[in-house]
């Protein structure tokens, strides 16, 4: 394996192991020896990677940020735009736990009294709660989803879907939840009709 690639192996399995103890006692209660620890190196070799316990968070985030780029195509179909983007991550959840966590992180991240102003910016940068408020009042128009104020639906539809994640990270037993469970939150009647 070549010097570059070896590397690049050992920050993975830095920014995997992080991600753990990250979910697990939040960015503050995370002590870099702990990470450290976890993958078998000092930590003076650690910081040889991420300078700093911020810079790593960040590493982090920014991951989780190219990864909830959900709602950003122009779409005519409110009931698909939610739908088969919930699908998508599901499967991967059930194919690798480490995107549960990750769904945790993110959501830790944007909580400002916790968080590293910089971290905080950066993934405060995604709010899939506001970027779907105009969806869900695309889908009322549709008739497909609930009426109601579209904010707390969202807040509803995405605080649901978080208390799975939190779970489903520190719980291996549990089953990832079937989108149409979640997507009942959101559905009106007609919805329901629609969704079958």
């Known amino acids: 394996m070549k010097r570059a690639e070896q590397k690049e192996k050992r920050r993975l399995e830095i920014m995997t192991a992080a991600l753990d103890i990250f979910v ?4 503050s209660g995370t002590k870099t020896i702990e990470i450290a620890k976890a993958v078998g190196m000092s930590e003076g070799l650690l910081f ?3 300078p700093t316990k911020e810079n790593l968070y960040y590493e982090l985030v920014k991951n989780g940020v190219q990864g909830t780029q959900i709602f950003r195509e122009p779409v005519e179909d409110a ?3 939610f739908h088969e983007p919930l699908n998508d991550f599901l499967l991967q959840v059930k194919m690798d736990r480490s995107v549960a966590k990750m769904f945790v992180l ?3 991240a944007q909580n400002k009294e916790s968080t ?4 905080y910016k950066l993934a405060s940068s995604v709010s899939v709660i506001n970027e779907s408020v105009p969806l869900i009042k695309m889908g009322q128009k549709q008739g497909v989803f609930r009426d109601g104020n579209p904010l707390t639906l969202a807040y509803t539809f995405w605080n649901a879907l978080d208390g799975n ?3 489903l990270a520190r719980n291996h037993e549990m089953d ?3 989108g149409h469970w979640l997507m009942s939150i959101l559905l009106s009647e007609k919805g329901i009709d629609y969704a079958k």
């Open 165 to 167: 994640m939190q779970e």
């Open 106 to 108: 993110m959501n830790h």
């Open 79 to 81: 009931y698909s735009a």
């Open 48 to 50: 040889h990677y991420f």
């Open 116 to 119: 590293p102003e910089e971290v």
């Open 176 to 178: 990832v939840p079937e």
């Open 24 to 27: 697990q006692k939040g960015y």
